[in-house]
């Protein structure tokens, strides 16, 4: 009974000198969440210019990414297809920004572009005027909030 009391106690003991793998097991991919909040077409195509500066380099590496992009507020035009009734107006080089933003849409299955809908509700923008292929999120400062929380990196090209 003493011999397992002792052992007992020097496992405790010792349990408290090695170091536990917190990490262990913790998903290893790297998470980004873009806030785009601007109507400037220049900012919108250097943002586009990171993302597949981003998305070229994590693919030759080999390294597992998600990236999430949000549009809110005056940015919601470039993900638009439609602006009848609105209040939203077309960008004068919206089809050749929109073509960028589509080839990084199919060469990347790991960036996911979102809408915000009270943006949409403000400006008069139904679903159907949205490009395809881009989800909608409710609030587009609370998505953004919720990625940060669950470890995105947070990008806001200036």
């Given at each position: 009974m003493?011999?397992?009391?002792?052992?007992?106690?020097?496992?405790?003991?010792?349990?408290?000198?090695?170091?536990?793998?917190?990490?262990?097991?913790?998903?290893?991919?790297?998470?980004?969440?873009?806030?785009?909040?601007?109507?400037?077409?220049?900012?919108?195509?250097?943002?586009?210019?990171?993302?597949?500066?981003?998305?070229?380099?994590?693919?030759?590496?080999?390294?597992?990414?998600?990236?999430?992009?949000?549009?809110?507020?005056?940015?919601?035009?470039?993900?638009?297809?439609?602006?009848?009734?609105?209040?939203?107006?077309?960008?004068?080089?919206?089809?050749?920004?929109?073509?960028?933003?589509?080839?990084?849409?199919?060469?990347?299955?790991?960036?996911?572009?979102?809408?915000?809908?009270?943006?949409?509700?403000?400006?008069?923008?139904?679903?159907?005027?949205?490009?395809?292929?881009?989800?909608?999120?409710?609030?587009?400062?609370?998505?953004?909030?919720?990625?940060?929380?669950?470890?995105?990196a947070?990008?806001?090209?200036?």
């Open positions: 003493k011999t397992k009391k002792t052992v007992a106690l020097l496992v405790a003991l010792l349990a408290n000198f090695i170091p536990l793998q917190v990490h262990a097991g913790e998903d290893e991919t790297i998470k980004i969440v873009y806030q785009c909040d601007f109507s400037d077409e220049e900012r919108f195509n250097r943002m586009l210019n990171t993302l597949n500066n981003l998305v070229g380099q994590y693919q030759e590496s080999l390294t597992d990414y998600k990236i999430d992009v949000v549009a809110l507020g005056s940015c919601l035009p470039y993900f638009m297809k439609d602006f009848t009734g609105t209040s939203l107006v077309k960008t004068p080089n919206l089809e050749e920004t929109q073509k960028r933003l589509r080839s990084l849409m199919v060469s990347s299955g790991n960036v996911k572009l979102l809408a915000c809908q009270n943006t949409m509700k403000k400006k008069n923008v139904k679903p159907e005027q949205i490009l395809e292929n881009i989800e909608l999120t409710p609030s587009g400062i609370s998505k953004i909030i919720s990625d940060q929380r669950s470890g995105h947070y990008i806001n090209i200036n």
